[in-house]
């Protein structure tokens, strides 16, 4: 089955205790992106992966890191997390017919 | 610069009614256009696009979407809804070919269906 695959589902952490988020995607697809969802505020891109190896800043990377070091795979890394990056963040790949797949979502809490 | 605009918060519509959920956009060439359904303690689904062709697409689940290029507008249409089509709905569209080429979305409707 296509799928996107996010882990974990939750997490509770602490301030300035570095965290990382997988994300997994079975499609071969190159683009893949993060974003995270805030009420009355929709998805925001955080960053976004052409290609292995190419990574660029969305609207809101402050705060955050990404690698691309394979194809299927684009974890996000919050070096320090802090309480205003409390929030539901998705993952996502893009096929060539621009349609996206989305990860179930992973809910951050930070205390 | 690119965006859309979902101007509702919320919809609220009976069982067995029509729904319409609105979607107006501003983008420089040919627009590409997305809903998207996001059900609890679920990602986004793709829904339906339009990049070219018929100004009706039809889309998953009985869901349409009407193009309408002097009004830049993309709404969301079902002919008779379900309480199982309340969810949180998302339209998108995607900005220009390029290096930073990405889908923008809205900040959602939330359609909740009334038994």
């Known amino acids: 089955e296509a799928q996107v695959t996010q882990n974990p589902r939750y997490l509770i952490t602490v301030t300035g205790k570095k965290l990382t988020v997988t994300c997994s995607q079975n499609?071969?697809?190159?683009?893949m992106s993060w974003y995270r969802q805030d009420p009355g505020l929709g998805l925001r891109q955080i960053y976004y992966?052409?290609?292995?190896?190419?990574?660029d800043k969305g609207d809101v990377p402050e705060g955050y890191k990404v690698s691309r070091k394979e194809k299927r795979n684009f974890p996000l890394i919050l070096e320090s997390p802090s309480p205003n990056q409390t929030s539901l963040y998705f993952c996502?790949?893009?096929?060539?017919?621009?349609?996206?797949?989305f990860g179930s979502g992973t809910r951050l809490t930070v205390v | 610069a690119q965006s859309v605009a979902q101007p509702e918060d919320q919809v609220n519509v009976a069982e067995g009614n029509p729904l319409t959920v609105k979607c107006t956009y501003s983008?420089?060439?040919?627009?590409?256009l997305f809903w998207y359904v996001q059900y609890p303690n679920r990602g986004l689904q793709f829904l339906l696009k339009?990049?070219?062709?018929?100004?009706l697409v039809k889309g998953s689940y009985g869901f349409e979407a009407e193009f309408n290029k002097s009004q830049t507008s993309f709404h969301l249409k079902k002919p008779s809804a379900l309480v199982s089509d309340s969810a949180l709905y998302f339209c998108?569209?995607?900005?220009?070919?390029?290096?930073?080429?990405?889908?923008?979305f809205g900040k959602g409707t939330r359609l909740h269906i009334l038994p």
């Open positions: 983008v420089s060439g040919n627009p590409y």
């Open positions: 339009y990049i070219t062709g018929d100004n």
């Open positions: 992966s052409m290609n292995v190896e190419v990574t």
């Open positions: 998108a569209v995607r900005t220009p070919p390029g290096r930073d080429d990405k889908i923008i």
């Open positions: 996502a790949s893009r096929g060539p017919d621009y349609g996206y797949t």
């Open positions: 499609m071969n697809h190159e683009y």
